[in-house]
Nanobody
Framework: QVQLKESGGGLVQAGGSLRLSCAAS????????VGWFRQAPAKEREFVAY????????NYADSVKGRFTISRDNAKNTVYLQMNSLKPEDTAVYYC?????????????????WGQGTQVTVSS
């Protein structure tokens, strides 16, 4: 079992940037595919991005492609989400999640371990 904790959220103006971090309790985060998801009020949780164990593959939601970058530092047991050119519609609670299986997934149901979330608010 792995415990995840997000940080780096906050309030930013449209066009600004934030970097979210997802730190793991175990030294074996490298064994997991890690994804970022977000949930806005009254909306379902949606996929943002994932990164494979060896960083050889990433995938992004169309809504963030070209603006967000997911990366990982396995030595630090941390996954990052660099968010640039933020828009008010990016406002949500952002969650990181870990998936042990080797197959990729962009569905929240495919991830067994979740952090508590960090709030990102983008003002217009």
């Amino acid at each position: 079992q792995v415990q995840l904790k997000e940080s780096g959220g906050g309030l930013v103006q449209a066009g600004g940037s934030l970097r979210l971090s997802c730190a793991a309790s175990e030294r074996t985060l490298s064994s997991y595919i890690v994804g970022w998801f977000r949930q806005a009020p009254a909306k379902e949780r949606e996929f943002v991005a994932y990164i494979t164990r060896s960083r050889d593959s990433t995938n992004y939601a169309d809504s963030v492609k070209g603006r967000f970058t997911i990366s990982r530092d396995n030595a630090k047991n941390t996954v990052y989400l660099q968010m640039n050119s933020l828009k008010p519609e990016d406002t949500a609670v952002y969650y990181c999640a870990a998936r042990y299986y080797s197959s990729y997934s962009s569905s929240p149901s495919g991830y067994a371990y979740w952090g508590q979330g960090t709030q990102v608010t983008v003002s217009s």
